[in-house]
């Protein structure tokens, strides 16, 4: 396994899903909520893992909502965060291998217990491969999140990618 600590957390929209892979997958995985199906919002459980993987080397995470639309959009908004939503094998594979994901995102009304077991295994399995991704992830890391009419913001952003807007 290329990670040595693994995070766990969904809305209620994951909840059932997340309780099955804590409970079939026979991994520790640390839990970091909801403890139940009752109504909750899902930024709150993004930030705990967002929080518990900065505090922690080497560490990954797992997140599920209903969809995985709103956690991944959330989790990467975290600039350590690398989070993908994983919707089929390639994918999953690919989030690792060219993009280095730590934060794998299920759907859990899109697919089964088996198939996300699968992925997770995928996922915790799977190394990135560096050399010309490295370059992109760095690409990526220096970019700032922006207000569009920030002219300073857009300047340094412009110079990540050498765009000129003249």
């Known amino acids: ?52 993987a900065a505090k922690t080397k080497n560490s990954c995470g797992v997140l599920i909502c ?42 859990g009304d899109s697919i089964t217990p088996e198939t996300a077991l699968n992925y997770l295994e995928i996922f915790l399995n799977t190394e990135f491969e560096g050399g010309r991704h490295a370059g992109r992830l760095k690409m990526i890391n220096d970019i700032v999140f922006s207000d569009p009419d920030s002219e300073t913001e857009n300047a340094r952003n412009d110079l990540v990618f050498g765009v000129s807007r003249r």
């Open 1 to 52: 396994m290329v990670f040595e600590k693994i995070f766990i957390a969904s809305d209620h929209g994951g909840f059932n899903l997340k309780r099955c892979l804590t409970e079939k997958s026979g991994l520790e995985m640390t839990d970091l909520g909801t403890r139940s199906a009752d109504p909750c919002d899902y930024p709150v459980f993004v930030r705990k893992l967002a929080d518990a």
């Open 66 to 107: 209903r969809t995985g639309v709103g956690m991944t959009i959330a989790a990467n908004r975290y600039a350590h965060i690398r989070a993908a939503l994983c919707y089929n094998e390639k994918i999953v594979e690919l989030s690792r291998r060219h993009n280095d994901a730590n934060v794998a995102v299920f759907g």
